[in-house]
Nanobody, 115 residues
Framework: QVQLVESGGGLVQAGGSLRLSCAAS????????MGWYRQAPGKQRELVAA???????NYADSVKGRFTISRDNAKNTVSLRMNSLKPEDTAVYYC?????????WGQGTQVTVSS
C-alpha cells in the first residue's frame, strides 16, 4: 500500500509563494511518475505538474513559468514550488503517484490565494 502525505498549504496573498511537499511511504523509485493535481470548488480535478522517474516534467499551461516540481529520491518526497500565485490558483492540491497502472492519492492540502 502506498501512502502519500501532503503538507505546506495555507493562505497567501496574490503574488506570494508557497511550497508544497508530499512524502511517500515507499521508495519513490518504484513509482513511474509523481504529480500534483488540484481541484477548485465546482470544478474537475486537473493536473498541475508531474515528474517521471527519469526526471521529465510536465506542467499545465496555466502554471508554466510560475510553478516548479521536483523530486528528492533520497527523502522519498516530491515538492511543488509555487511562485506568483493568483486567486485562480485557489484549490485543494493533491499529490499523486502512479505504479503499475494504479494511481495513489494523498488526502489533499488547501491553498487559498487572496486578492
Amino acid at each position: 500500500q502506498v501512502q502519500l502525505v501532503e503538507s505546506g498549504g495555507g493562505l497567501v496573498q496574490a503574488g506570494g509563494s508557497l511550497r508544497l511537499s508530499c512524502a511517500a511511504s515507499i521508495n519513490i523509485f518504484s513509482l513511474n511518475a509523481m504529480g500534483w493535481y488540484r481541484q477548485a470548488p465546482g470544478k474537475q480535478r486537473e493536473l498541475v505538474a508531474a515528474v517521471t522517474i527519469g526526471g521529465r516534467t510536465n506542467y499545465a499551461d496555466s502554471v508554466k513559468g510560475r510553478f516548479t516540481i521536483s523530486r528528492d529520491n533520497a527523502k522519498n518526497t516530491v515538492s511543488l514550488r509555487m511562485n506568483s500565485l493568483k486567486p485562480e490558483d485557489t484549490a485543494v492540491y493533491y499529490c499523486n503517484g502512479e505504479r503499475g497502472g494504479l494511481g495513489y492519492w494523498g488526502q489533499g492540502t488547501q491553498v487559498t490565494v487572496s486578492s
